[in-house]
C-alpha cells in the first residue's frame, strides 16, 4: 500500500516518498519535490518568508 492510501488520500510515488522522508528526517533538500508536486495538484502555497 502506497503512503496516503490508508487515509484516502493521494497516493503518493516514490520521488514524493523520499521527499517526505527527507524533510521528517531534517533534510531540506525535498522541499523543492514537495513543492511542485503541490503546484500539479493546483494546490497553492503560502509565500515564504
Do not use: F, Y
Not at 16 to 25: G, I, M
Request: with cysteine; net charge positive; charged share 25%.
Amino acid at each position: 500500500m502506497k503512503r496516503g492510501a490508508a487515509r484516502g488520500g493521494i497516493q503518493a510515488g516514490l520521488e514524493t516518498s523520499v521527499a517526505l522522508d527527507q524533510c521528517k528526517n531534517g533534510n531540506p533538500a525535498g522541499i523543492p519535490v514537495l513543492e511542485h508536486k503541490l503546484r500539479d495538484l493546483k494546490i497553492e502555497l503560502p509565500p515564504r518568508t
